[in-house]
């Protein structure tokens, strides 16, 4: 199966104080379809920024691109990366989550390339942030 993928970054719309609720439910469906769809990947959240990887068959990624890009859950989509690849950076992780209220100024740094300097650079170090993020969380 070729392998697609697409990293982008978006902002939430929830008010502040229902977020982690809507984001924690938004996760909860999104494994459950991801699944269903041959879709893995990761998502990590602090404040109101998305960053996402997902990766799958192009068609199916190609899909949900577009159920992401009209979502009223999400603003600012910011396309970082989408390209064929040789395999599946997260091929266990129906939706690999990670949600921190404190972010890191090293990740705030990331986060404000991507959304300033849209680019295969900053997409790579989405992936690498989604990595280091969601390690240590039981991911079945």
Known sequence: ???????????????AANRRAEIEGLVATSRRNNRAAGISGGLFVTRDIFAQMIEGTQD???????????????RDFT???????PRRMF?????????????????????DE?????SAAAGTAIIELIKNSIVQIDLS
């Open 1 to 15: 199966m070729d392998v697609y993928q697409l990293v982008y970054c978006s902002r939430s719309t929830a008010e």
């Open 60 to 74: 199916a990624i190609e899909r949900l691109k577009g159920t992401i890009r009209v979502d009223p859950r999400h």
């Open 79 to 85: 396309v970082l990366r989408e390209a064929a690849a």
């Open 91 to 111: 091929p266990t992780w129906a939706m690999g989550f990670e949600i921190t209220d404190d972010p890191t100024d090293e990740m705030l740094e990331v986060l």
């Open 114 to 118: 991507a959304f300033t300097h849209p």
